[in-house]
């Protein structure tokens, strides 16, 4: 038999981390995990983990890292993705050109399945340059490498995440939380470990089964943002009480002219980007009749207290 080798891009960040746990947990018969971080090796995390892990410091916007790292493999999956543009990194770079680089790689090599994360809401015609360099990036990754899998979750959640937490901390310091636009966007947040346990269910899986396709992955809840502000200050323990202040989206912009400035200034990371706030407009729901975690196997956790119990002093 072949030996089984999965090279993960993005392993490093929050559902790559998940992802490898995962992996771990399950036992899955690959003999080396691969991964590539523009990051020096010292990552605590990996110290945790029972697994063959290769490390390769590069960018995946180098060919030639891309290459490296996919050399041998029979399994990849890439994670990578970015919140704002960066001196080194735009959307169309990370969310485009790489993936038709490493869908070309995967073509001309010994990969059998490539997953690919992509994210709800991508689409050619969205204002947001992040959906629109997310929809490219799936278009390349299927017809470049047509077995190609998509995944396209809704907000992730989970104890390391971005979403939750950055609203947790704001509201232990400030006694009113924005809703940008009012609030009423809807969302569909899925826990991370069903994410990660997608990505591994569409590793094992035949290509006939899972190969050209596209799943759209949410949580059993649709919630507005006002809505899933609320959950989290009822959640959070101690529960909090803070006042939930409508911003409407042009005055959202505005204050992220200024956070923006202070990025390209100063390299403070933006709490709220142009961007995002075209994203705000519009929901970021499973549309009806996609593929979506259920024809994966996997019943989506609900968002509850359990599942928020790592808000807390
Ligand atoms: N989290 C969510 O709510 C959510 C929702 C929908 C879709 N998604 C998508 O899911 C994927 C994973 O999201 P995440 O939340 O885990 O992201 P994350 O925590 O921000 O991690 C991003 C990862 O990308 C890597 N990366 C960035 N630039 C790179 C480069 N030039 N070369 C190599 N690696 C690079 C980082 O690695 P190093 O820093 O170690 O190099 C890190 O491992 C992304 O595509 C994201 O768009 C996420």
Request: hydrophobic residues 40%; positive net charge.
């Amino acid at each position: 038999m072949n030996q089984r080798i999965v090279t993960v891009f993005g392993a490093t960040g929050f559902i790559g981390r998940e992802f490898l746990r995962c992996l771990d947990r399950e036992k899955r018969d690959f003999s080396v995990v691969r991964i590539l971080s523009r990051k020096n090796k010292d990552i605590s995390f990996l110290e945790d983990l029972n697994l063959n892990i290769e490390y390769i410091q590069g960018s995946i916007t180098s060919q030639k890292d891309v290459e490296t790292a996919i050399k041998g493999a029979s399994h990849v999956v890439n994670l990578v993705g970015i919140l704002y543009p960066t001196r080194n990194s735009s959307f169309d770079s990370i969310h485009h050109e790489s993936v038709k680089n490493i869908a070309r790689i995967c073509n001309s090599g010994s990969v059998q399945q490539f997953v690919h994360i992509s994210a709800l809401g991508s689409s050619l015609d969205s204002s947001s340059e992040y959906a629109r360099t997310k929809a490219l990036g799936e278009k390349a990754a299927l017809s470049l490498f047509p077995q190609s899998t998509v995944l396209k979750p809704s907000i992730v959640y989970g104890p390391e995440d971005d979403f939750f937490n950055r609203f947790y901390r704001m509201a232990k310091i400030s006694p009113v939380l924005p809703l940008v636009g009012g609030g009423q966007t809807q969302f569909q947040p899925v826990y991370v470990s069903d994410v990660a346990q997608a990505i591994l269910v569409c590793l094992d899986e035949k290509q006939s089964v899972v190969g050209g396709k596209v799943y759209e992955l949410g949580g059993p809840h649709v919630k507005t943002f006002r809505q899933l502000l609320r959950l989290m200050l009822r959640y959070s323990d101690p529960p909090l009480k803070r006042l939930l202040v409508p911003m409407p989206f042009w005055l959202a912009k505005t204050q992220s002219i200024v956070f923006e400035l202070a990025h390209q200034l100063f390299g403070v990371a933006p709490m709220l980007t142009m961007d995002q706030v075209e994203l705000l407009k519009t929901d970021n729901i499973v549309t009806a009749g996609s593929l979506n975690l259920l024809d994966l196997g996997i019943t989506p956790k609900k968002l509850s207290k359990d599942t928020l119990s790592y808000l807390k002093s």
